[in-house]
């Protein structure tokens, strides 16, 4: 299940877990679950928001007195970004226990890494 927050929302999240600093005991390391949700947030949120490039208007009802329902979407000229995803070490493991050359080595690791950063249609 895939669940969108807004930036706001993301804002609320990030500050909740900020504020359980203050409250909670967490190992000195840095290297805990909510650490690492407050990296990827914060990444998130210092990213620029894309600009939109015009908007499409929709009739969405014409009223008995005359007036008019609209709705108005944003679109863009681009898709957004996805954010490269390399490989784990289970992807590694996975690749070394094979059986390859180098040049299969090389292929194999490309396959894997188009595997996981193309569209399916690419």
């Given at each position: 299940?895939?669940?969108?927050?807004?930036?706001e929302?993301?804002?609320?999240?990030?500050?909740?877990?900020?504020?359980?600093?203050?409250?909670?005991?967490?190992?000195?390391?840095?290297?805990?679950?909510?650490?690492?949700?407050?990296?990827?947030?914060?990444?998130?949120?210092?990213?620029?928001?894309?600009?939109?490039?015009?908007?499409?208007?929709?009739?969405?009802?014409?009223?008995?007195?005359?007036?008019?329902?609209?709705?108005?979407?944003?679109?863009?000229?681009?898709?957004?970004?996805?954010?490269?995803?390399?490989?784990?070490?289970?992807?590694?493991?996975?690749?070394?226990?094979?059986?390859?050359?180098?040049?299969?080595?090389?292929?194999?690791?490309?396959?894997?890494?188009?595997?996981?950063n193309?569209?399916?249609?690419?």
């Open positions: 299940m895939t669940i969108t927050l807004t930036r929302e993301a804002h609320q999240v990030l500050d909740a877990l900020e504020s359980c600093y203050d409250v909670i005991d967490w190992p000195a390391d840095g290297e805990t679950p909510q650490d690492d949700a407050a990296k990827v947030l914060h990444a998130k949120l210092s990213a620029p928001e894309p600009v939109p490039t015009g908007f499409i208007r929709t009739l969405v009802k014409v009223h008995a007195d005359g007036t008019e329902t609209w709705t108005e979407e944003a679109f863009y000229t681009a898709p957004p970004q996805r954010e490269w995803q390399g490989l784990t070490d289970e992807d590694r493991q996975e690749l070394a226990a094979e059986q390859y050359g180098w040049e299969g080595l090389c292929s194999a690791v490309e396959a894997k890494l188009r595997e996981k193309c569209a399916p249609n690419i």
